[in-house]
Nanobody, 128 residues
Framework: VQLVESGGGLVQPGGSLRLSCAASGFTKGYYAIGWFRQVPGKEREWLSC????????GYSDSVKGRFTISRDDAKHTVYLRIDSLKPEDTAVYYC??????????????????????WGQGTQVTVSS
């Protein structure tokens, strides 16, 4: 599985951004895509996830209401829209995938170590 993130950049506080995660190479039939972010010197933080089978989504309490995950199956792409950006959203954002042979129920139950494929990350900087 290959994942390529894009859409990061420099954004003013209060602005919005949509990150993309283009996925390819799935062979097992089902998958979950998760979004994470990491600030230098800190642990990687889980943000959101989406199931391939039913589109069920999950969000960290810290981002619920400002972050929206979605997918475009035709483009094999998962998006993360971030609204009302804050300076503390500055981080490298990663998408990750877990591919499985069975339908997943709750992707939010997955831990970081469950994800087996990772993108290279895209930098988001929120500053005026």
């Amino acid at each position: 599985v290959q994942l390529v993130e894009s859409g990061g950049g420099l954004v003013q506080p209060g602005g919005s951004l949509r990150l993309s995660c283009a996925a390819s190479g799935f062979t097992k039939g089902y998958y979950a895509i998760g979004w994470f972010r990491q600030v230098p010197g800190k642990e990687r933080e889980w943000l959101s996830c989406i199931n391939s089978n039913d589109g069920r989504t999950g969000y960290s309490d810290s981002v619920k209401g400002r972050f929206t995950i979605s997918r475009d199956d035709a483009k094999h792409t998962v998006y993360l829209r971030i609204d009302s950006l804050k300076p503390e959203d500055t981080a490298v954002y990663y998408c990750a995938a877990l591919e499985v042979y069975f339908a997943l129920a709750y992707c939010e139950a997955l831990s970081e170590s469950d994800y087996t494929s990772w993108g290279q990350g895209t930098q988001v900087t929120v500053s005026s």
